[in-house]
């Protein structure tokens, strides 16, 4: 199984990205499928995920999941950016729901995600 992250950048502090992430190889046939995040000098956290869909707090109402079955592809479109967002963002998939990093059993390489003040 891979996934390709896309879609990270610079933006300044309230502005959008929108992030992509497409599935390839097996996998179960509704994988879980979840966006973490890991700041300088911090752990990797969930940020969010679906099958039906789960958030952060520190994210609800600004951020919002989504998944295009028929293109394998699961998008994050992250509105109100702040300074505290600035991160490389993961995607990741798993045959079951969970918001913890070591049970999620497929990654993708990180995109980077800089929100300027």
Same mark, same amino acid.
């Given at each position: 199984?891979?996934?390709? %992250? ?14 992509? $992430?497409?599935?390839?190889?097996? +996998?179960?046939?509704?994988? *879980?499928?979840?966006?973490? =995040?890991? &700041?300088?000098?911090?752990? =990797? ?7 039906? +869909? ?15 079955? &028929?293109?394998?592809?699961? *998008? ?10 600035? &991160?490389?963002?993961? $995607? %990741? &998939? ?24």
């Amino acid at each position: 199984v891979q996934l390709q %992250a896309s879609g990270g950048g610079l933006v300044q502090t309230g502005g959008s990205l929108r992030l992509s $992430c497409v599935v390839s190889g097996s +996998t179960s046939s509704s994988p *879980f499928l979840a966006w973490f =995040r890991q &700041a300088p000098g911090k752990e =990797r956290d969930f940020v969010a995920g679906i099958r039906s +869909t789960y958030y952060a707090d520190s994210v609800k109402g600004r951020f919002t999941i989504s998944r295009e079955n &028929a293109k394998n592809t699961v *998008f994050l479109q992250m509105n109100s950016l702040k300074p505290e967002d600035t &991160a490389v963002y993961y $995607c %990741a &998939a798993s045959s079951f729901i969970t918001d913890q990093v070591d049970a999620m059993q497929y990654w993708g390489k990180g995109t980077l995600v800089t929100v300027s003040s």
